[in-house]
């Protein structure tokens, strides 16, 4: 079967640095995506990686390795506003979207 | 602000109600999707259209009844549902239903309570 994991909760200081891992194990991989998802509202595009490495972009960066079936999000300089849910998903040899759970990160002043 | 707008943002229903909820994107896409989000659980696929024709459905119950009229609208018609249908039922819309780096643009959802 196909699976996504990633951590249900974490909590982080404003300010701070927090990672985000995300393992996967899915039939065929066209690339994985971050979303981020504040409560009560849409799911909002983050990053998408297909080729292993890491991307950044501002305060936040995400990290690919394929051989390893892992990514991690990296966010640096934590704000108040970061505290959301952040959606890993992993496009499959069909071109479907195979989901995470989310990790729900709360930042504390 | 993605594009997608729904509504209702809320609705409560009794288990012999039939509501429809609808989405709607101005972004040109081609593709629609229906999630649902249940707490603690990945986002759950259960209806894609591409191009106003189902290319999906995950084995959802019938209960659950989509309508896609043209590519900027869709529709989920409910009818006798039971309260394990309670959830975030989230529209989505792509340029495409295949290729690589298919970001999809989501609505904010209708929390939906069954009673």
């Known amino acids: 079967g196909q699976n996504i994991d990633q951590p249900t909760e974490m909590t982080a200081t404003e300010g701070a640095i927090v990672q985000i891992n995300c393992t996967y194990q899915?039939?065929?991989?066209?690339?994985l995506f971050w979303y981020q998802q504040h409560a009560g509202e849409a799911p909002t595009f983050l990053s998408y990686n297909v080729l292993d490495g890491l991307e950044e972009k501002g305060r936040f960066s995400s990290f690919l390795s394929r051989s390893k079936g892992y990514s991690y999000l990296l966010l640096k300089e934590l704000q108040m506003k970061d505290s959301a849910s952040y959606l890993c998903?992993?496009?499959?040899?069909?071109?479907?979207?195979?989901w995470g759970a989310g990790t729900k990160l709360i930042i504390k002043p | 602000e993605t594009g997608v707008t729904q509504t209702p943002r809320h609705l409560v229903m009794g288990m012999t109600n039939k509501k429809s909820l609808k989405c709607e994107q101005h972004l040109g896409h081609n593709a629609m999707y229906w999630y649902k989000q249940s707490a603690k659980k990945p986002l759950e696929l259960m209806f894609v259209?591409?191009?106003?024709?189902?290319?999906e459905n995950n084995s959802v119950p019938s209960r659950f009844s989509p309508e896609c009229p043209n590519s900027s609208h869709l529709f989920l018609h409910l009818h006798t549902l039971q309260p394990e249908d309670s959830a975030l039922y989230l529209c989505?819309?792509?340029?495409?239903?295949?290729?690589?780096?298919?970001?999809?643009?989501f609505g904010p959802g209708t929390r939906l309570t069954v009673l």
């Open positions: 259209y591409s191009l106003e024709e189902r290319v």
């Open positions: 998903a992993v496009l499959d040899s069909n071109y479907q979207l195979i």
């Open positions: 899915t039939s065929g991989f066209n690339g």
């Open positions: 989505a819309s792509s340029l495409q239903t295949s290729g690589a780096y298919n970001e999809q643009f």
